[in-house]
Nanobody, 130 residues
Framework: EVQLVESGGGLVQPGGSLRLSCAAS????????MSWVRQGPGKGLEWVSS????????DYADSVKGRFTISRDNAKNMLYLQLNSLKTEDTAMYYC???????????????????????WGQGTQVTVSS
C-alpha cells in the first residue's frame, strides 16, 4: 500500500522558515518524480514544486521561486521542502504527491493538472501569522 506521510508544518511568523518532510513507502520511491502541492483557505489545489527521480531537475511555481527549495533522499525514501522567507500568503495545507508515470518528469505545462498525481499524503498545515 502506498503511503505518504508529511510532517514539519506549524505556526511561524512572516519571514520565518520551516522544513517539511514526506516519508514514502509502498512503492519504488527512486523511480518516480515527486511534487509538493498546497491548498490555502478558500482556495483550490496549487502546485508548488517538483523534483525528478534522479534529483537532476526541479521546478517551482512563480509564487515560491527563490524562497522554497525541494530535495529528496532516495536512499531514505524521503522528500523535503525548505520554506524560507515565508509570507502570510503561504498559509496552506501542504501535501506531497507521487507522479503517475515512472522514470519520466511531468512537463512544466502539466504540473498544475492534478490528474498527473495518483497518490497523496494526508498533509501538514503551515500557518504564517504575526
Amino acid at each position: 500500500e502506498v503511503q505518504l506521510v508529511e510532517s514539519g508544518g506549524g505556526l511561524v511568523q512572516p519571514g520565518g522558515s520551516l522544513r517539511l518532510s514526506c516519508a514514502a513507502s509502498g512503492f519504488t520511491f527512486g523511480i518516480y518524480a515527486m511534487s509538493w502541492v498546497r491548498q490555502g483557505p478558500g482556495k483550490g489545489l496549487e502546485w508548488v514544486s517538483s523534483i525528478n527521480f534522479a534529483c537532476s531537475s526541479t521546478d517551482y511555481a512563480d509564487s515560491v521561486k527563490g524562497r522554497f527549495t525541494i530535495s529528496r533522499d532516495n536512499a531514505k525514501n524521503m522528500l523535503y521542502l525548505q520554506l524560507n522567507s515565508l509570507k502570510t500568503e503561504d498559509t496552506a495545507m501542504y501535501y506531497c504527491a507521487k507522479h503517475r508515470a515512472p522514470f519520466r518528469m511531468t512537463p512544466v505545462t502539466a504540473l498544475g493538472v492534478m490528474e498527473e498525481y495518483n497518490f497523496w499524503g494526508q498533509g501538514t498545515q503551515v500557518t504564517v501569522s504575526s
